[in-house]
């Protein structure tokens, strides 16, 4: 199973953008498909997103639809998260996972437990 790392996470005001990225190590994110999920303070971990194996499926869970768009460079092994007109209940911990299918199926709007390897995460926290 491969090491996931998250990055880009930090502190912005509403309205503002963050692009997180997740790269892989160890094996390669070819033929699977990747979800973004995050766990904000006092509540369960939510999906957020997911991309298939070659970036043609992507879904969004309702609350980030319109801001949020997930991207992935197998070339480079990573998926992306961008993240514009960020509001105060985006604030949370935002992990990247794998699923072990090309598809993301429908695990990925739950808490992700299909998915075998996790990132340790990356802070987000919107506020003024």
């Known amino acids: 199973q491969p090491q996931l790392e998250e990055s880009g996470g930090g502190l912005v005001q509403p309205g503002g953008s963050l692009k997180l990225s997740c790269v892989a190590s160890?094996?390669?994110?070819?033929?699977?498909?990747i979800g973004w999920f995050r766990r904000a303070p006092g509540k369960e971990r939510e999906g957020v997103s997911c991309?298939?194996?070659?970036?043609?499926?992507?879904n969004y869970v309702d609350s980030v639809k319109g801001r949020f768009t997930i991207s992935r460079d197998n070339a480079k092994n990573t998926v992306y998260l961008q993240m514009n007109s960020l509001k105060p209940e985006d604030t949370g911990v935002y992990y990247c996972?794998?699923?072990?299918?090309?598809?993301?199926?429908?695990?990925?709007?739950?808490?992700?437990?299909?998915?075998?390897?996790w990132g340790q995460g990356t802070q987000v926290s919107v506020f003024s």
């Open positions: 996972a794998r699923y072990p299918y090309w598809e993301c199926g429908t695990s990925w709007r739950s808490d992700g437990r299909d998915f075998d390897s």
């Open positions: 160890g094996h390669t994110l070819n033929y699977y498909a």
């Open positions: 991309i298939g194996d070659h970036g043609g499926a992507t």
